[in-house]
């Protein structure tokens, strides 16, 4: 007997949206958004991707240490650009970059 090829056809289909149902809770409970990344963050967003409290990254703007634009003259945006620019400049060198450097002001 010839199974109907539109049975096996919607049997595997179920079987797909089943396994993306359970992809779905998966990535929801690790908390993963595949939202399109705004180009502004908020406080509580740049927290948890630099990995620093709240209180540390108001204490920064409040010291002028941290680029930080003012929406509405009180709620404080960070542009992405701008904060990985930030993150970048504190990076410290390799030694092998150091000795680079050391070298080509040597010449």
């Given at each position: ?15 797909i949206e089943s396994l993306l149902?359970?992809?779905n809770t998966r990535v929801e ?14 406080v509580k967003q740049l927290s ?60």
């Amino acid at each position: 007997m010839v199974e109907n090829p539109f049975q096996i056809l919607l049997a595997k289909l179920t079987k797909i949206e089943s396994l993306l149902a359970t992809m779905n809770t998966r990535v929801e409970k690790q908390g993963i958004s595949f939202e399109p990344k705004s180009e502004y963050l908020t406080v509580k967003q740049l927290s948890d991707l630099i990995h620093l409290k709240e209180s540390t990254i108001y204490s920064l703007v409040h010291q002028h240490r941290i680029p930080v634009s003012r929406q509405q003259g009180r709620r404080l945006i960070f542009s992405r650009e701008e904060i990985s620019k930030w993150v970048e400049s504190g990076r410290q060198k390799t030694m092998d970059e150091i000795k680079q450097s050391v070298s080509k002001n040597l010449k």
